[in-house]
């Protein structure tokens, strides 16, 4: 994966880990922070000599999604038809993913539409959502499996992720789904990702989220994925695995690259960004600014200003249109 060469327009300002104007922004080239992972954020887990995941395969797998070079990863959630139906920005899911999947980490998919709209000769992980059953119309927390381990092997699964809803009717159902995906996870070599849902009545605050996330830790998942908030530090210093942040709904893209920043500064191991970047006016030009900012250390304002100029066409193309329209 991430092997296409983008050419870039001239940069704005300098920040770490930015590679040069000739390669791709992270993906290819540029200078990387050296191999660290975190132990803060629980990617020490991941370490050859850990005994806290006893599988190859699984340790593998996960350093697929959570990039040993930074201890983090950009994944690219495009799940939310399995409750939401066709979502703005994914109404065609192919060509949605399409032009993304290059810059992803990660894919985070139904099987369905894994099947039907990913180009299976594509180099890229993907974490299969395997938790389902019920729709924006119904009680959202009635979820069950709807995808066997099975078929996530089958489909090459690098990861698989099911949602909990702590505090919502159906939590215990929902927590006793995850620890028995766990256990046929660890089965097969397959990390479990747990995804913090929360319910209309629930505050996402750091209390909360910290309870939920430490509640997934509890019961062997390997990694989890909850919201941004005030005091986000207490929920990671709190959770034993790696967080990562999902991106919530729409926000101006200076807006999305701060709250990327302000989670991965306060020790987030990357995000698992959807709306944020299919939905922005240029999906391409935003999932490059959020890698700056996870794989590179970009501030938000720096992240901003690389969106801003991926946008403008490349000097001698935009020259070449002049001369044409001449
Ligand atoms: C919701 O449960 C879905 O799993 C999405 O993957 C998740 O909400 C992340 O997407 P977004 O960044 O759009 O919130």
């Known amino acids: 994966m991430c092997s296409s060469s983008v050419i870039l327009?001239?940069?704005?300002?300098?920040?770490?880990?930015?590679?040069?104007?000739?390669?791709?922004?992270?993906?290819?080239?540029?200078?990387?922070?050296?191999?660290?992972?975190?132990?803060?954020?629980?990617?020490?887990?991941i370490q050859e000599g850990s005994n806290a995941m006893s599988s190859w395969g699984l340790k593998n797998r996960l350093a697929r999604i959570i990039r040993p070079a930074t201890g983090r990863t950009v994944m690219l959630a495009v799940d939310h038809g399995y409750f939401l139906g066709p979502t703005s920005g994914l109404e065609s899911p192919?060509?949605?993913?399409?032009?993304?999947?290059?810059?992803?980490?990660?894919?985070?998919?139904?099987?369905?539409?894994?099947?039907?709209?990913?180009?299976?000769?594509?180099?890229?992980?993907?974490?299969?959502?395997?938790?389902?059953?019920?729709?924006?119309?119904?009680?959202?927390?009635?979820?069950?499996?709807?995808?066997?381990?099975?078929d996530a092997v089958r489909l090459n699964a690098s990861g698989v992720a099911l949602?909990?809803?702590?505090?919502?009717?159906?939590?215990?159902?929902?927590?006793?789904?995850?620890?028995?995906?766990?256990?046929?996870?660890?089965?097969?070599?397959?990390?479990?990702?747990?995804?913090?849902?929360?319910?209309?009545?629930?505050?996402?605050?750091?209390?909360?989220?910290?309870?939920?996330?430490?509640?997934?830790?509890?019961?062997?998942?390997?990694?989890?994925?909850?919201?941004?908030?005030?005091?986000?530090?207490?929920?990671?210093?709190?959770?034993?695995?790696?967080?990562?942040?999902?991106?919530?709904?729409?926000?101006p893209e200076k807006e999305a690259l701060e709250l990327a920043a302000s989670a991965v500064r306060d020790g987030a191991s990357g995000v698992d960004m959807g709306r944020n970047i299919f939905q922005s006016v240029n999906p391409v030009a935003m999932i490059q600014a959020v890698r700056a900012v996870v794989h590179g250390d970009a501030t938000a304002a720096q992240a901003y200003e690389l969106f801003k100029s991926l946008q403008r066409p490349a000097p001698r193309k935009a020259r070449a249109k002049a001369r044409a329209k001449r």
């Open 94 to 150: 192919a060509e949605t993913i399409a032009p993304l999947a290059p810059y992803a980490d990660t894919l985070m998919l139904t099987r369905g539409v894994l099947r039907s709209s990913v180009d299976p000769r594509v180099d890229v992980p993907i974490v299969l959502r395997v938790s389902g059953g019920t729709s924006i119309l119904s009680e959202l927390s009635n979820e069950g499996v709807v995808t066997t381990m099975e």
């Open 163 to 251: 949602s909990i809803y702590v505090g919502s009717p159906y939590e215990r159902q929902t927590l006793l789904s995850l620890a028995a995906l766990v256990d046929d996870g660890e089965r097969h070599g397959i990390p479990v990702l747990a995804v913090t849902a929360v319910g209309k009545d629930m505050a996402r605050d750091a209390r909360y989220l910290a309870l939920a996330c430490r509640i997934a830790a509890e019961l062997g998942a390997h990694f989890v994925k909850t919201y941004y908030c005030d005091n986000f530090e207490h929920v990671v210093r709190t959770c034993p695995v790696p967080v990562v942040i999902a991106g919530g709904k729409k926000l």
């Open 9 to 45: 327009p001239p940069s704005p300002a300098p920040f770490k880990g930015q590679p040069s104007e000739d390669t791709a922004p992270v993906l290819t080239g540029g200078r990387r922070r050296p191999y660290k992972l975190s132990e803060r954020s629980g990617t020490a887990l």
